[in-house]
C-alpha cells in the first residue's frame, strides 16, 4: 500500500486494529484523493481496520473551513469522495494549517473511516508559539485512545439526497447577470468570478442538501446491517 507519495503502516491499539497513512496529494494530479488513498481506504474497510489517513491535500473546501478556495475543484472531488465513502474530516476551527509568509490556507486534513472517527479526540493546530517549527505547514496533533461516547453526535452530507431542483434554482439565482455579465478583463477579474462561482455552487448544494445527524449508535447499527447483506 506504501509508495514515494504515501506512507502506510499497521498497528494495533486496544486490540483494535488500525492503519495510519500519511500521504501527500500533488497539487498537478487531476485525480483527487489520488489511487493511493482509496486503495488505503479499500483495504481497511475489506479488513474491517480503523482508518486515520493525514495527508497534504492540496484542495481547498469549506467542510474544512477553507479561507480561500481556488484549486480547479480539487476540494469538491474530495468533499464528495469524502461523502460517498462515510469518511470524516477530522479538521476543526478555522487556523491555517499551511502558512508561507505570503499565503495561508487550510489544506492539511485528518481523515478517518467510522471506526478511526471513534478513537481520535482533541484534534487541533498546533499554536506556531508553542513548538519550534522549519516548515511552512503548521503542525496538527490529536490523540488516539478510548472510543467516543455512544451518542456522540456528527453531522454529514448525504450526496444522494441532494434535491437537484432546489440546487438548479438556487444557483440560477445565485449566478444572476448582476455579476456573471461584468467585463473580465486581468487576472484578478477571473480569480474575483471564479472565487463568486465557486461559492455559489457549494452554497447552492448546501441548500439543497441539509446536514443531516448520525450518532455513533446509529451508526453501529448500518454498519451490522451492510455486514448481513
Same mark, same amino acid.
Given at each position: 500500500l506504501s509508495n514515494e507519495d504515501c506512507a502506510v503502516a499497521q498497528l494495533t491499539i486496544d486490540q483494535q486494529k488500525m492503519i495510519i497513512a500519511s500521504c501527500y496529494m500533488d497539487r498537478e494530479d487531476d485525480r483527487c484523493p489520488p489511487e493511493s488513498i482509496e486503495e488505503v481506504t479499500k483495504y481497511a474497510r475489506d479488513h474491517n481496520m480503523a482508518l486515520i489517513i493525514g495527508c497534504d491535500a492540496n484542495a481547498h473546501n469549506d467542510m474544512w473551513n477553507s479561507p480561500t478556495?481556488?484549486? =480547479? =475543484?480539487?476540494g469538491e472531488r474530495l468533499e464528495e469522495y469524502l461523502l460517498i465513502n462515510d469518511l470524516t474530516c477530522e479538521n476543526v476551527g478555522d487556523t491555517p494549517t499551511f502558512n508561507n509568509g505570503r499565503w495561508q490556507n487550510i489544506i492539511d486534513l485528518t481523515i478517518t473511516n467510522a471506526t478511526g472517527h471513534d478513537v481520535v479526540n482533541k484534534w487541533h493546530v498546533v499554536p506556531e508559539s508553542e513548538v519550534v517549527n522549519s516548515s511552512d505547514h503548521n503542525f496538527i496533533r490529536f490523540e488516539v485512545n478510548e472510543k467516543k461516547t455512544k451518542n456522540e453526535t456528527r453531522t454529514f452530507r448525504d450526496v444522494k439526497k441532494t434535491d437537484w431542483i432546489i440546487f438548479q434554482e438556487e444557483i440560477s439565482r445565485r449566478t444572476s447577470e448582476e455579476w456573471t455579465n461584468q467585463e473580465i478583463v486581468t487576472c484578478e477579474d477571473i480569480e474575483r468570478v471564479n472565487h463568486k462561482l465557486n461559492e455559489a455552487i457549494i =452554497?447552492?448544494?448546501?441548500?439543497g442538501n441539509s446536514l443531516k445527524k448520525m450518532t455513533n449508535t446509529l451508526r453501529n447499527v448500518r454498519k451490522k446491517k451492510r455486514a448481513t447483506h
Open positions: 478556495i481556488n484549486d =480547479g =475543484g480539487r =452554497g447552492s448544494y448546501h441548500t
